[in-house]
């Protein structure tokens, strides 16, 4: 038993080591996650979302919906979520609906015949690192009816 003993201790430690590691190795990220939600410009986004009427929103990137949706008192807002399916269609709606992973096609008026959506918000952030990935936007056809340092609203 005193050698199980030390075992476990060595265990523990090694456990606690690499958590340790983790954490200091990744702390500028894991800050950033937790107070992310925080900022001030997405506040401003909350605030003008809530004194919206209803909309029914897709956002670039669409994970961004569920961090909004999270945020958002307004419960009669809707969104966009690429992991939903439907009972007909499955997931098959990636092809038509994404161009890469978190990104919806550049025909945002497809979205609004097909799912009725009126409203798209964009982490302006993201849009100038997916677009050295060749993922090109063009909102020239929509109107900005929110815009501050990290977000634009556009109505569709």
């Not at 909309?55 to 670039?60: A, D, F």
């Amino acid at each position: 038993t005193y050698l199980t003993n030390w075992f476990f201790y060595i265990l523990i430690i090694q456990i606690t080591l690499v958590l340790v590691n983790y954490i200091l190795s990744n702390i500028k990220m894991i800050k950033n996650k937790l107070l992310d939600i925080q900022t001030p410009e997405f506040k401003e986004l909350i605030q003008f979302l809530e004194s919206s009427d209803d909309l029914v929103i897709i956002c670039i990137p669409t994970k961004l919906s569920f961090k909004i949706s999270y945020s958002c008192n307004k419960r009669h807002h809707r969104f966009y979520y690429r992991s939903i399916n439907s009972t007909d269609k499955g997931f098959r709606y990636h092809d038509d609906d994404l161009q890469w992973f978190e990104f919806p096609k550049n025909d945002f008026f497809y979205f609004k015949r097909a799912y009725g959506i009126d409203t798209l918000i964009v982490d302006k952030s993201i849009l100038a690192s997916e677009q050295a990935k060749g993922i090109v936007y063009n909102f020239s056809r929509l109107k900005i009816i929110f815009s501050n340092k990290n977000y634009l609203v556009y109505k569709i």
